[in-house]
Structure formats: C-alpha cells, structure tokens
C-alpha cells in the first residue's frame, strides 16, 4: 500500500481518538449498519481531498464499509492531525502491515508537497494492479475538482501555463504539477476526467467554482453542492463555530474572553455562531456587516452593529467570518490596541492582509509557540495573530467537533450514494441534496442526544399538504 | 364618509399613538418621505382586510400618502384596537367631520358582522359617486381575496351552496353574504375580480391558499407573497413573538414565568422567537417538533426536546405556535397540572382544541378577565387558557410592536407599488419581492436604531460577484 | 367595620385573583396549612402599610389566617390594586356585608389622602369596641413607622413643627397629621410606641431608618429587617424586576425593545434584573455605576459600562436602578434623542430629577395614557416619561409576580411570628431573620416548581461542619 | 541559587508567555507602579506555595518587585507549568547563570516528592548565607501553614506519630518529612512559626483549616483570608469557572458540548459559572443542590434542578462543583451512559470516588492522552473521566485565566503588605481584607477592558451616608 503521512506508530493513539469520534457521529454509524451489507458504494473508487483529521477517519471509514476504495488528501497545509493520517492508513493491520486506505497527508506541508500529494489520490490500481483512475470525487474548496478541470484544459489545448504567467504562489504549483503530468501523459487528466461519475463538494468555495463552470459549460460531470444542505450549513456553520471559535482564541491565547470587546466581521451563519460564541463567554460583541438583513438580524439579536473603523481603537479582539477578503487591513492594524487578538475562522486567510501587515517597515513577526505570533510595531506595539490568518479553528484548536461534523459527513455519504448509484437522474449540473435526504441526515443525530421527535397524525400531514414522514417544508423554508 | 368603528371619540388618543408610532415605523415613514411627491399609487382602490391596529393605521396614512384610496376592514374579529380605527377615520377631520378612510371595524364582532364588514371595503365610489370595485386588495389570511375568488366560482355555477352544506361555522357566514351578493347582482364579484390587478398577502397561510389556487388555475390576479420576504417572515415572526409573547402572558396572567417550565410547541421561526421569549424571562423551555431538522436545531440552541406526551404532566405553560390543528387535545388537558396555563401565539385557534375542551362533561368555563378564562374540571382543577386558543399576543397584549410590522409593511407598500405600477411584470402567479426590495427594507430600518453599515469596495463586490450596492445573497440563502 | 377603598363591587374579579396568586404563592399557603391551627398570631394586632396589591391580599388573609387582626394602607399613593383592596375587605362576606379586614388604600390617593389614611391603621378596637393600638407594624419604607417615632418625639418635645418648617411637600402631610393628633392627645403617639413590640420592614429604604435610629438611641422597638433575607433582597430585587421591567415598558409604551440600546444606571440586584431583562428581549445594553466591584461584575457579564455622559446622546431607554438621587438630570433629559423612554425601578421618584424636568422654559407635559407623558421641548422633541418617575413596574405593570413576593411575605410572617411570639430574644435593635428560617423560605417555594433538592449524607455534612439539614452557609456568604 | 523544576531551557518560551499575561493583569502591574520605589515587602521572606503557573510568575515577579525574597513551590502535584517554572528561576539571568527567585515544582510530582519541595520553601538564607526561616506565608489550600503547625505540634509532643497511624496516602508523607526534620532539629518548626507575622491564604479549604485551628486556639499567626474578597470569590470562582470548564472539556475531549445534557452538581458561585459556561456552548444543564436558596437560585436562573439519581441515567457530562466529597459514587458510574464525561471543577478529587471507581470489579482504566482516561466496564461500556477526578481546568486547561488571576493576586499583594507592614493591627486571628481595599482592587481592572466609572457628586454621597471615593457597600452585602 503506498500512502505517505508523519509517524505511523502515532496510529494506536489515533485509534482510540477514532472509536471515541464514532460514537459522536452517530449518522455515519448509522450509514454502516444501514448499507454495510448491500455495500451500495461497491466498485466506487473515491479520491476524496478534505482536512485529514479524526472525523475525516470515521468518514473514510465509512466510505470503505459501504465498499468503496479509497485515497485520501488533505485540503489545507496546516489541518492533518498526524495520529488520525496514521490510524486511517494502519487501520485493522498493524504499523509494519498497515491494511487501512492510503493517505496522503502530514501537518505543514509546503506548497509543493501539498499538490504533490493531491496528484496521488488519482492514481487508483484496478485488481490486477494497473494504473486506474477514480470514478467519484470528494471534495473540500475544490482542489482535486480543479487538477482535473484544468489538467483537460490545458490537454486540450496542448500546453500548460508557464509558472512566471502568475503572481499566486500557489497557483504556481498547480501549473509545475500539470506540466510535469503533460509532458509524462498528453490526455492523462481528459481520461480521469471521463472517468468520473461524479463529485460531492463541501464548501461554499468550491461550490462558486463549480456554479461558475457550470455556467460558461465546462463542467465535466454532475456535481452536488453539500454546502448547501441545511444540516450542513446551519450546523457545521453556524454551532460548530460556535464551539471552535472560543477554542481556537482559548488554546492560541489563555486570554480571558469576558469583559473584552471583540469583533465580529461578518454575521452569516459562521458569524452569527461566532458572536453568541463569545457572548456566551462574557465578551461584549460588536459586529460589522455590509448587508443590510444581516445587520438587522444583529441588532434584533442584540449586537452593537458599527463600522471597523469605529471601533478599531478599542477593541481586544477582532474576528473575520466573511468569506470575502481584505477585512482586517493595515490601517487597521495600525489603530489597533497593544496585544489586540486578530484571528480569521472565515474563509481564506486573505480576509486579514496578511502580506500587508508583512510589509509594515520595522514589523518583526516573533513565534509564541506554533500558530501564535505576536507582531511587534516599531513602536513597541504588539499584535497577536492566530494561524496566520489562516482558519484559526483548525490551527488553533481542532476544528469542529465531530457530532457537528457527522452531519456534514453523513450528507456525504448519502451525495456519493446518490451520484454513484442513481447516475441517470443527475446530468451534469449541480445539485443539492433533495430535502427527505437532508431531514434524514437530521433524524439520524436525534436519539444520540435525548431528542424526542414528534409524529404528525395522517389528519395534520393532510392539513398541511405534506406526507407523514416528510419532507416538511418547502424549499426556501430558511430554518 | 361611511365607516363603521366602535367610539369616535377614541380618536384623540388613537392620533396620539399613532404619532408614537411613526418614530418607530422608520420605513414606513421614508416611503412617505420618498414617495408622497411622485404618489405612486394615485388611482389606486385599495380593499385593505388587516388587523385595524396603530402600527396598520401608520400602514393605511402611508397608503394614502402616496396617493391611494382605501377602504379597511380587520381579519380577525378581536384583533381591532377601537382608538386606532376611530383615529384612521377622523384623518386630519375632525369627530363631528371626520375626514380620513373608511373603516369598518370593531374589537368583539360577531362573525356574521365581520363578514358583513369584509364585503364593505369593496364598495369604493368614483368621483361621480358612482359604485366601482377596486383595483387593489392587500389582504392578512386571505379573507377578502376569497371573497371574490369564492363569489367569482358560484356566479359561474349560479348558485351558492347552502348554509347548511358546511359544518364550519364562520364559512356558514361566507355563504350567506354571497348568497345575499348573487340575489342581487348576479355578475358582481366576477366584475370585482376583473378590476383587480393584483394581491398583497401578509401571512403563510393566505399564501398557501394562493400558491393553491394557482395551481389549480383559479387565481384570477397577480400576487406578491409579502410573508416570504426575509425581512418579514424572519422578523415578524421571530422578534415580534420574542416581544409579545411574554408580553401576552403577563398581561393576561401576570404570573412569574421565572422557573417555570414551558412548552414551546414547534420550533419553525414563531417557536425560535417563542422559546427565547421565555428562556429570557428565566423559563425551563422544552420544544416539540415534527421536524427533524427544526428538533435538532432546537436541541442545539440548548433546548430540550420532546413529545407532548413526555411532559404534560409536569409543565406549567404550553404556547402553540406550529400553523398546525389539534396540537393540544383533550387528552392533554385532563394530564396537565392544577392552573397550567395554555394558549396560542401560531395561527388558528384549531392549534389547541378548544372544542373539545368545551365538551369535557361537568366542565366550567369561568372568565377571570377579558380574553382569560379558566376552566374548571370537575374535580376542581383550572386550566387557564388565553385568548380562547387564539392569537394570544393579539388578544392578550398588543400584537408585534410597531418597529418589527414597520418592516412586514414597508414589504406591503413596496408590493403595492410593484403590482400598480408594473403589473406588465406580473403576469398571473405567486411572486415573492425581489432581494434587492428585501435588503431595501431592512436598510430603511437601521438609522433609527443606530446601525452602521460597512460598504464593499468595488474590488470586495468583484471577488464575491455581487454588485456593490447589493443584492448580496442568492434567493436560497437561509440567513 | 371600617374602611376606605375605591369600590367594593370589584371584590368578586379581585376573590379570583386572590385564588389566582395563592396558587402562585407556595410558601404563604404553607404557613397557612402549618400554623392555622395553632395560631401564633393570636392577639397580634398588626399595623400594615404595603402596596395594597393582590399578592399583598394573600399576605394578609395569611397574617389572619394565624390569628392576627390586621389593618391595612397601603405605602405608595399609586400602587393600589382596587380590586385587591376591596377583595380583602368583602373577604368571606358580601359587599353588601363586608367580612374581612379593613383595608385603607385606593389608587392615586393625594398626599394629604395617603397620610390621612395611613393614621388609621393604628385604630384598633379591643372586644368591647374601645380604642387600643396595635401590638405589631408591618411596613414597607418606613411611613408608619415615621408616624410612631415622629409622633413620640414632638409629643416629648411638646410642640410640632408648623408645615412651613419644610419645603418636602410629603413631610408637610406628616406634620399636618401629627399636630392634629397632638390636638386631640397629647401622648397618643407615646401610647401607641410603647405598646408595640416590634416591626418587620420590606424595604432597604426602610431599614436604612431603623439603622440610623438604632444609632442615635431612639429606636423604640425591635425591628426585623426582611430586606436583608437572601430570600427577599436576591429573589425579588433581581428576579422580581427582571420580570416586571419588561413587562412596565411593554405595558407603558408598547415599543419593540430589541436593537434598542438601553442604559441601566446601578448594577445592583435590581440592576443586575434589569439588565438582564433587557438583554433577553434584544435590547444592547450599557451599564453605569460607581461601585467599582460592581462594575467589574457587570463587564464581566458582557455588558458596556460606561458613564452616563457619554452615551446619553444616542441611547432609547433610561432606566435608574440605585435608591441614590440625581441620577437622570435636566442635562441629560436636554441631549438625548427624540421619544427617548425614561423610567425609574429603583427607589423613589427623585432618581429622576422630575422637579428639574418641568422647570425647563416651554416644556409642555402631555399625557398618553395614565402614567405615560410625553414631555414636549420648546423645539418640538419629545421624551417619555414612565409613572412620572415613579417605580415604573408598580406604576405602568402589575409589580412584582406573585412567587417572588411570596419569598418576600413569607419572610414577612416569619418575621411576625419571630417577634410577636420571641420577643425575649429580640432586645431594641435590627435584625435579620436567622438563616435557617431564610432557607426555610426557599425550601417552601420548590415543590410548586418541580425542584428537587439532593440531601446530604451525615459523613457529607460532617465534612462539611454543617447540620444534615441545615443551615448550610454562613452568615456572610454572598450567594 | 538552589532551585528544582523540570527543565530550564523552557524558560525563554516562559518568559514571552509571562510578558503576554502581565498585559492581563493590570492589578499586579500597577502594584509595581504604584510601590515599586517605596518597597514595601522590603525585609519580607516569603514562604509560597501556590499553582507554579505563569500568572503566579506574575505574582511572584510583583512580589520581589516591591522588594520581598521569595521561595515558591506548588500546591497540586500536577498543575506546574514547567515553562513558568522555568521562566521565574532565570528571572533577569540566563539559563547557566539564573538570577530570579528559587522555584521548587514541576508538573508531575509525587507526592513524596511533593512534600519534599515544600519544605525548601521554608530555608532562606540571610545575607552572609546563614540557614533563616521565613517571615510570611502566602499559601493556597494551607499546606506549608500546615507544616509550620504540625511540625510545632508535635515537637512541643516530642515525638512525630508513625507513618502507619494514618490511611491517608498523603499525610503518611506529611509525617515522613515531619519525622526527619525533628530528628535533625527538634525545634526546627516552633523557630518557624515564631519567626512568621502572618500568612493569606488564597482558598476555603485553607481558610476553614485556619478558621478551625483560631477556634481551637492554636493558630500561631494571624491570617488573612483572601478567599473571601469580593473580588476573588465572586470573579474567580465565577468567571474564571465559565472560563475554564469548557476550556478543560474541550481540550481533553474535543467533544461537542452543544445538544449534549451535563449536569453541574452543586450551585455556588463555582457551580453558577460553570452552568453558564457549558449553557453559553447550547448544553442544556442541569443542576443538583441541596442548598434550598441556591437551588432557588438555579430555578429562577432557568435550570432544572433535580437530585443526581433522577438524571444520572440519561445526562452525557457530569461536573461536581461542590467543595463536598462523595458526589459522584460507584452507584451513580454505574448507571451512567457509554461514554458519559464526568470531571471534577470543585475542590479536591474526592468529589469524585475515584477509589470506588477503581475498585469495580473487571473495570480497566486505559489512558487516551495525559489526564484523559477511559475506564471500560466488563460489559464494554466506557466513562470518561478527566484530570483523575482532580480539578479539570487545571489538568485539561491552564485553570484560570490572567485577568481574573489578576485579581485573586492584587488581593495576595495587598494582603502581604497589609500584615508585613501593619502587623500591630492584625493581632492573632482571621481577617478580610478590608473593603475599601477590594474595591480597590476592582477599580484597578475597569482601564483595561474600557470600563467607565461614574463618580458620586458630594450631594449623592450625603444622601447615600458613604464617603465619594467609596466604600460603598456594607460588609454582607451580597454583590
């Protein structure tokens, strides 16, 4: 089996993180009991790119008790917990027979390593060991989506990019990558690319990405936007925020969150959870919006709603949620208080200018310990930055917890389900889950914490207009 | 001037609030400011059927304001604020003169005389003082609008089906006007149906009855869903219930809701607004659901969850608020403790079964005060019901405060305006506001209550493809 | 039997709410059950003056019920329920016949009234209908306490100061009182002090006063300080506002509360209820105080403390909350914004500088309803004014519910029962009730709520030094 | 120096983590400011035995500050932060040559090796490197005051009693430290305690055992309980419990906190902090007292509040609060759910029977990480127990935060300097530190987090009796 990941011999440890993480995501446990004998993903080869971390374990795992071969990526640098990379790949063997699915992951990576390894969730064996390519995608930001999009691009169009045509550091490994497959296969990535039934994405990001592509007709296979099921973007984004928010601030910083002003940039649902998450710890929270629906639900919600500029004086802490970029700039990190904190659980690292902050003449950029940095002013001024911007959850603490994330995840199983066993009803667009399938993600996460559902009589499902066992309401309900 | 109101004389008090009211009504009040030199809506014949409430009166004045002419009658015969209506009709007149609208509308009707008065706000007179129908209807529950969609179907048939052909006491009432309507002009309501250009409906309900009609390819105009409007449904039904719910149990009861426990029935938006209502004043909330999703999302925020039947026993308020019938039954009130308080905050008074509760042998119905009775079992326990099993925040208190139906009627004037003016836009269906209007009326809202609102910059507004001045969101998005 | 109310007639509504609150009221019910039969108030004559409300119905009904004879006014001219006065003086009789205790106490008694009023509850008859006075005082704010120690010191002095000795419009009442009785006997007063043994007070106010007399040796009896029970200042100074703030604005102004931004001025225990109040209805809430350890508790429960002066332009509600005065000043009325809400629940009405408020040149005072006006400036703003600076949960609510009153009286009895039946043990001074009794209180009101409370094991109370069944705590734990 | 932790090249790491607290506790740094030129602990040796983390650097570092010498060990065998540790040893030095003050702890003692360490806390030398006790204690659960007063007694006895006189595992070392040191110097401890002017002690179990030996008239110095401040009860137990619960359970169990039911036994003010702490995260919370008025409390907080055996089935985290022992039995684990959370946020680990635990039959305790351990039932099922069962915050966390450290510590500092400079007020006995003083300490903490305070006018001072710089309150007001 190859695989490449930090230390194998943390798998024992890393086993145990993951029977305890299957307890608390009962709706993959319940997709094993449910398909673990019909083995509905039998003959699905998944290359699946998503931050390799204890949950993703119980996933992947799953993934194979329904029958599917495997190979897993990271999405982010910085995200793999090594201990859940090492059990995922020893799983029932032992370090020196690992027997589990190969993983391509370790904490901090660079660049180079990152795309390096995304390449190698392609490279499937058929069962007499020749080279075979996926036929289902799972995907987080649209990473692995795009080597596949833009590998077909450039093989039809004979060339790849050189890497000086770009400015993005990244970017740059994608096209030495591409080149490299080029120059080795000229229709390697238009084969993949046929290949593929279909992909199930995670994010709002890579969901933009495959909207666009839809649009201007060169998306290559029907896709399904999970972002959008409601148990993932009302869950995932808004509680589990809730809980990672003040655990990243808490381990990055031991800073006492009550009696400070904090900052919320943003108030989606990624805010919103942000918000009563430091409220709830005694902050005193100011959020910022720029629409205006948003802003009245905070202020109907009880926030202070103002502009950064405002408040950047006084304010010890500052959170960016937007999924846009440039929030925090170096004005107002010029503003800011002495040992103001300033973290990022949005999106991109780009919703705090990073690179500008770096520029400052006289800033020295010093480590507290690993993901913490304190920038100091040439006045003596000190800013502490959490994960460099990047998402403070995962760096900081460790991301959300895995209840939160077996809704996410349970909606995964069930997209690849439907891609890969009810193809036909999915031409090449992209798809949200159709509501029975989100309600029954719901349903399945209710006996695990004492919830009692209630059953409408045949004579109120009539009254309603909707059947006994759902779906219940329409599909804009907002929740 | 024909109306019809309970006491003139009110209207010295009634122009009091209502000028209270306009500081807390801030859209409503720029609608007038914006619009009342262009006056949109000169030519418009508005039949109104709504709550005849202050913050309506501030709805009615700004109808006016831009130019329309309008006659109102209330949807539900308790919900009538007697000072409001005489203060809509004294207009800038005087008692002796009164010069304002037309209203037809007291606190206490009967149902035959709040079907008697819904038909009056058809009868407009044109500038000769001539009969003519109007040409608008903004409608709360779709009373009026069937009025001339039921009137309409038994003119082509040529007969209204008898009385006695309904159990249903209040469509009994409905039959009887028509009836009284095809004697003496048999084409009347299809010549009403035939002058209107379009519909304005507040409420879930109404729309449903809408969204039905059109499907079955009997809706006779256009319609503008206003419930669905974010800045309504999210609003309205949220924050108005958090406010007057509580509200409505103290003045009815008076009773500490401080360590009490309460039963939120439903947890869709009016259940979210509900159990905050109470968790704030220090209640223990439980919730039920039927929904998955809403039942986990409950359980999220904190709650506990479970059937009516878990705890019926043992709590000590039970609030409806689920747009569903027979909610809580007989059987529920003969387990329920001594001086348990019920009422209903969701939409019918068929949320608790009243009727049944009624036929309970040996049981007495005993009024405390107006709109609070308590009913005595026969071994001697009370149960205290609010509002008969109505709208208790209506009855009991004073319904949603001005600033939230400031919002649910700015939707109204801007549907309104959309409709009269660009019906060519609409043609037969059931439209929500476009999101730009959404996010318009929010906007409107946010000076009064000190909100700042961030602006893109124009490279933000690219990286997120939207424009600069919004709409920010996809018509899915759940806020 | 004598007695001055507003209207017997409203006996039969205030005998249903009489039922109502005893339901309500657990641990008076269960003084009533405990000592009905062996009547230690027998031969207690009780002087009462305490807002004359329905939960102080069931206080008294409980004070008779133990034997005692009883006389009540009330101690605010506002706060009068009628239908509670003339409840409990029909008491098991008719209107026709009256059977219960005489009450002397309407709503909006003049000053001169209130005093006239409060002399006569010191008129006992003995069983052959000649005079005698009371052996007991039950007072709220100390009036009739004043009367006695007031009365005993001009009739030692031989002489009452003329009212022109003093420009407080209130004290001119006393000293009209006074010199009236000292007419009539000149050592009435002295009579009266001598046979009493002892008072309970309600109020901080109140007890201030005995304190201050206790020091300076001219306490004439012992006096029980109720305030002081955890179960009277924690329970209904925090819990009983919180409920009754809310629910004064909402019956004062029917304004949405929610994005408002509120200042509560003291973070006391009533200010700590008041905030939280607000908080739970959306409110943004800024606290000001001056105690710096109280202003650390209220940072660290997220809310902004800042002074008054700085947030007085922008703010919409104003709520005192110190039993200091001064606190809202014609400097701040002057800056803040149009139909701004000012209200007082902390003490007297000079909290709020009313007195500076109708000097301003042109200001013109209009009522909206009963105590709410509308103070229109010269230039047109206009600010709203809850109970004319009165408590505004008495004024424009119903006060306090009836559970956290029932801690109170329950207190309350105790307390009688303490002195009328221990007097020995009570030398002249202030005390308060031993903390066995305080959690007595506590104990009878957690049946009616459901609470189930754990009992130590006799190894757990030996570790912790206390009796298995308490006390638990000692005397300066803060709770 | 002499000296003894685990590794002095952690201290570079330490000493930035100690100028990022010092940021977050202005109390101590304006103790600097404030007495750094007078020097008043000029002359004091002080004896310390508290956590060795890196706030108590910051207190230590105040202390040698206004001119004490110091010796530190800790007092819980596992709550040392080695890095701290390090950090004061180095002080102003380096690594080779350390030149702060002498620390004796690291994390992961025995317990022989415990009471080793404390005992060096008590050999200072004088000027010319003569052996010389002591002239203050600053103690944290008492143990070093122990020392002084068991090793007086029992030299005044002659003799130490054997170690097998006691089942105490760590009292056997007690007597094993005791017994060497009267064999090297049989009045080794009555030179000691005759050398001490006084000790504050930070906790209610040190301050009982002081209380208890003032009682008993053996107590050889007086004390000053630190413990009871307002300003370390009411904002260390309270907030810094809300702070560090869920930091502790989210860092030893990455476990969603949201949805899940936890029940917190005992409702003090560590138990009122830790059930908003766990609420602020969606749990819902259950709380067990058996207190009447703090159950009271609970209730009218919103929290059910039942007895552990009605709820022990269903709850998923089990917390004890409760200074008591024997909360959490071997009846209750066995009833309790697979992967049930329980720890302990009270006082010792007996809280919790961990003996008992261990002691079930077939059970085996398997450690997940460091202070994580599940303990698996015969039958399979696990309970997760964290820190041992000794304090969670401590173990799984880094207990309090700075800020409120803060000021827990100034009250240390001024308590220090209080008894060393005013001794001839302080004579044998327990005292509080006087109000006006943990105002002060109060007042020190608003600049930091923005907190205005608003000054009395002379006129309000007069009215309220108190002076306009405070102190406000009586002594058992209740804050």
Redesign the interface.
Known sequence: MDYKVADLSLAT?GR??LT?AE??MPGLMEMRRRYGASQPLKGARIAGSLHMT?QTGVLIETLTALGADVRWATCNIFSTQDHAAAAVVVGNGTVDAPAGTPVFAWKGESLAEYWDEAEKVFQFKDSEGNPIGPNMILDDGGDITLLVHKGTEFEKAGAVPGQDSTDNEEYKEVLRVLARSLENDATYWTNIGAGIKGVTEETTTGV?RLYDRFKDGSLLFPAINVN?S??K???DN??GC??SL??GI??G?????????AVICGYG?VGKGSA??L???????IV?????????????????????E?VVD?A?IFITTT????IIRVEHFQRMK??AIVGNIGHFDNEIDMAGLAKIEGIVK?E??PQVH?WIFPDGKKI?VLSEGRLLNLGN??GH????MS?SFTNQVLAQIEIFTKLEEYPIGVYVLPKHL???V??L??DA?????????Q??AD???VPVE?P??S??Y??
């Open positions: 440890f145990k993180e305890l307890h608390e204890i933009l959008d409601v148990t973007s009302k869950f808004k509680y809730r809980h003040i655990d808490n381990r910083t031991d800073v006492m969150i009550a009696g400070k002003t649902d009563e998450s409220r709830g710890q005694g902050a005193r929270v910022t919006e720029i629409d205006p629906i948003c802003a009245l639900q905070a202020a109907m919600d009880g926030y202070e709603v103002k502009r950064l405002s006084f010890d999924g846009n970029f440039d002495n040992q010093d507290i310990k304190q502490i603490a460790t917890p895995s209840f939160v809704n989100d309600e029954e719901a349903r996460h209710l914490i004492g919830v009692e559902l209630t059953e409408l009589t004579a109120q009254y309603l207009g759902g219940f309401k599909d804009h907002r929740y």
